[in-house]
Every structure is written in C-alpha cells, then in structure tokens.
C-alpha cells in the first residue's frame, strides 16, 4: 500500500538541540532513501524562525505547530489522494504529535515512526508518544515500516531496500 512520507522541521537551529539527534538523523536519511525507492511521495516542512533544512530541496514552510493547519500543507496532501501517511521529524511533541492527531480527526491513517523522532528532552518525548497512543496514532520504527511497505522478499526493490537496512 502505497503511503506519503512527511519528514518534520529537520532545520539545523533545532535540531542541534535535540535528544539523539545524530541516531534520528540516521532513521530519517533511511526512510527517505527507501522512499524514494519505493517512489512514494516526500513532504518536507519547514517551521518559520528554525534555520535551514537539513533534507530536501522543496518544502512547505509554516509557521503553525501542526502542519495540517497549514493550507499549503493540505493541499499538497489532498492532491496526492493517499490516505496513509507516515509522519517522522522534530519536535515529536509539538509539531509531530499535533500534526498526527489533526490529520488522524479528518480521516488520515497516520503512523508515526518513533525512532526518527524525537524532541529537546527525553521525557516530552515519551509523554508525546504516551498520548499518540491515547489518541490511536499507530506507531512503528524505521525497519518495520519499510518491510510493511514492502511486503515479500520476492519486492523488485528488495536487494535496494536490503542494503539501506544493513547502512
């Protein structure tokens, strides 16, 4: 089932601040190659006042905490006409957390890929994903989405997405 990645305000003045950034980084670089793999669409967002991006080259910028508050945002995302989509990025329990819970209300299957996410400190992370699953946010890793994603080891793109995996 084909899925949108939304990767999170990965910006360089934040993220040099956030708890495991070097490991998220890692997760987010993985996700997005197999994406791109898969050919399944990217979204990258930028939050006013965060410095400049750290992946991608075309983004919505936003000044909202939930990128679903964004027009911009929705309409990219409407466009696609893809109900699953895979949320990872910075903070996870401001604008992850509030982006998953908006666009879950307006019909979205929304999965949040928890180790390529994570917030200035370890406990707003944890509280963050304490209330996802309150609020029926699925939650995966890295790993386990791409195999999702791919179904079979008999996948066209196996040995491509194999070797992210072994990175």
Same mark, same amino acid.
């Given at each position: 089932?084909?899925? %949108?990645?939304?990767?999170? /305000? ?17 997760? %987010?670089? &993985? ?20 410095? =400049? ?6 983004? %919505? ?10 027009? &911009? ?7 696609? @006409?893809? &109900?699953?989509?895979?949320?990872? @990025? !910075? ?5 992850? %957390? ?8 307006? @019909? ?6 928890? /180790? ?7 406990? /707003?992370?944890? $509280?963050? !994903? ?5 609020? @029926? ?19 066209? =793109?196996?040995? /491509?997405?194999?070797?992210? $995996? =072994?990175?």
């Amino acid at each position: 089932m084909k899925a %949108i990645l939304v990767v999170i /305000d990965m910006q360089e003045k934040i993220a040099r601040h956030v708890e495991g950034i070097e490991e998220v980084k890692k997760k %987010i670089e &993985k996700i997005i190659k197999a994406f791109e793999i898969f050919n399944f669409p990217i979204i990258y967002t930028r939050q006013i006042k965060l410095g =400049k991006p750290l992946y991608g080259s075309h983004f %919505i910028e936003k000044s909202t905490f939930s990128c679903w508050k964004e027009r &911009k945002f929705v309409e990219e995302i409407e466009k696609l @006409g893809i &109900k699953r989509v895979v949320l990872v @990025g !910075i903070e996870t329990h401001i604008c992850v %957390i509030q982006t998953a819970i908006h666009m879950k209300k307006d @019909g979205y299957e929304v999965e949040v890929a928890v /180790d390529a996410t994570s917030s200035r400190n370890k406990n /707003d992370k944890e $509280i963050a !994903i304490e209330r996802m699953k309150q609020e @029926g946010i699925k939650l995966t890793s890295v790993e386990m989405l791409i195999y999702e994603l791919m179904e079979s080891a008999s996948h066209e =793109k196996f040995k /491509d997405i194999l070797a992210i $995996i =072994k990175e």
